[in-house]
């Protein structure tokens, strides 16, 4: 509790400085699958790519990037790895045909938050 309570008063500390005035909010500049992809076969990795460094705090995991099944199966390895402006969800095996839907909620580090989610199909 203390270890969120302090993560959450960082973030407003950044949001409401003068500095992130000066940072364009981080945005999605790729992602793989792509949104709306009908994949051939499973990928074994899911990864977005941001405008901007994702915030990054000790063990803490405040960014998020999780791939469920159309059951709502979580079927990505959790935590998600964030290296830089990526992050790389990798997926426990080998996935069947059908959509499946990709959820992601990130903290930039000015302190904005991103969200969203897209959906990719494996044939």
Do not use: C
Not at 2 to 15: C, K, P, Y
Not at 49 to 65: A, P, Q, R
Not at 76 to 82: F, M, Q, R, T, Y
Request: zero cysteines; aromatic letters at 8%; proline letters at 2%.
């Amino acid at each position: 509790m203390r270890r969120s309570a302090a993560i959450l008063g960082l973030i407003f500390t950044i949001s409401v400085s003068g500095i992130s005035g000066a940072f364009a909010h981080a945005q999605v500049e790729g992602m793989n699958p792509k949104k709306g992809a009908v994949l051939n076969s499973s990928p074994k990795t899911v990864w977005i790519e941001f405008g901007e460094k994702l915030l990054v705090l000790d063990k803490s995991h405040i960014n998020s990037l999780t791939v469920s099944d159309s059951s709502g199966k979580r079927i990505d390895k959790a935590p998600a790895v964030i290296n830089g402006t990526r992050a790389t969800a990798k997926l426990k095996g080998v996935l069947s045909a059908g959509k499946y839907v990709v959820n992601y909620r990130v903290v930039s580090e000015d302190g904005h938050e991103v969200k969203g989610s897209y959906y990719f199909s494996v044939k």
